[in-house]
């Protein structure tokens, strides 16, 4: 099968790249870092004025009408320059649900301040012992009582789409405003040096306008938000490989030992050969998977194929970077360390390789009996 990009697909890449490594320094990275929401808010506005932010989003509410397929492209980029912005939130976790499955007032009020880069969202789609909401219904709306974990970007969005359990016992998507009264958000921090605050709430109101879908719809509504979620992560995390195998590259290269490159030398050859085999499965199963799912085909055994190799593959290709760099491959002067700290934290994010190979094979248990 032939994964070639077209040629608009290969420009909106190129612009991508352009934006995100104009704007990313080390410095500016350290700067953002050490900020308090660890968002970068100017990049975040360029890449609103250049559109990239509406990439799914239709013509009529300020986007460009493009598919999954452009939307991955970006996630890539972002993966290569590990860009603190919430792209995978806000667009996929939010902007793609709601364009989906809201109603005709949540997509004028929402998509368009999307495409602008004014509105952030979210999604509580972490599975964490101890989590689950419930929701019931006072007849002027709704009230929501409980907890999600670890939601990202939750800290700077305006929505965040959280499912929640009925008294009929069936599961709801609601859009929280997590400033409102009732709601509270612990800030956490990760490893890779962003935020995931826990989301607690009580007795938070919600109006019925602010409901996702059909009453009782939300399982049918987590799942399609889900498989979009691991195709992004799968497309960050090639980028993040990606990005850490040129660095490697271009080191092993340059540094010399004995009077030669080390890149020279068989052991580094065999280590990078083992990364580059890693990347290449890491690339074709994300876009088999994305070829699928752009056609509204079954993707519910090249997902976990796809999220096996980017959780595995993308920690074997960072680690092996950093083991070719040496010392400085560990040094936070150094850019390396950031994309396997990337790297590990993409692996666990829905589900690690073990959790997609148990996944698999319960596939193939329901199959043979």
């Known amino acids: 099968m032939d994964f070639s990009h077209s040629e608009d697909q290969e420009a909106l890449r190129g612009l991508a790249r352009e934006i995100l490594s104009d704007q990313l320094s080390q410095d500016r990275l350290r700067a953002v870092t050490a900020s308090e929401d660890r968002i970068d808010r100017e990049l975040w506005a360029e890449l609103a004025k250049a559109n990239l932010l509406g990439l799914t989003i239709s013509d009529e509410h300020g986007g460009s009408g493009f598919g999954l397929a452009e939307l991955a492209l970006l ?219 752009s056609r509204n085909e079954d993707v519910s055994e090249i997902l976990p194929i796809a999220k096996y190799w980017a959780s595995v593959g993308g920690a074997f290709v960072t680690f092996a970077a950093q083991h070719l760099h040496g010392g400085i491959g560990v040094d936070l002067d150094y850019p390396l360390h950031r994309y396997y700290l990337w790297a590990r934290q993409i692996g666990l994010h829905l589900g690690t390789g073990t959790a997609q190979l148990a996944r698999l094979g319960e596939r193939i248990a329901c199959k043979e009996s």
């Not at 890149?263 to 990364?275: E, M, P």
Request: glycine share 8%; proline share 5%.
């Open 75 to 293: 996630q890539q980029e972002i993966g290569r320059t590990v860009a603190p912005v919430p792209a995978y939130p806000t667009l996929v976790l939010g902007a793609l649900a709601i364009d989906e499955f809201g109603s005709d007032e949540l997509r004028a009020v929402w998509l368009p301040r999307v495409a602008s880069g004014d509105a952030m969202l979210s999604a509580a789609t972490a599975q964490v012992a101890g989590d689950g909401v419930t929701a019931r219904h006072d007849g002027t709306g709704w009230r929501l009582e409980g907890r999600c974990s670890l939601v990202p970007a939750g800290h700077v969005a305006q929505r965040i789409l959280v499912p929640a359990a009925t008294e009929e016992g069936e599961l709801s998507v609601f859009l929280v405003d997590s400033r409102c009264e009732g709601a509270q958000l612990d800030r956490v921090e990760t490893t890779d040096d962003q935020l995931r605050p826990h989301l607690h709430l009580k007795s938070v109101r919600v109006p019925d306008a602010e409901l996702l879908g059909e009453p009782g719809s939300g399982a049918k509504i987590m799942e399609w938000i889900h498989e979009r979620a691991i195709l992004s992560l799968c497309a960050t995390q090639l980028g993040v490989a990606e990005r850490a195998l040129d660095m490697t590259a271009a080191y092993t290269t340059e540094r010399q030992q004995f009077n030669r490159p080390i890149g020279s030398f068989q052991a580094v050859h065999q280590r990078a050969a083992d990364a580059h085999v890693q990347l290449q499965a890491m690339k074709v199963t994300l876009w088999r998977a994305i070829h699928l799912l």
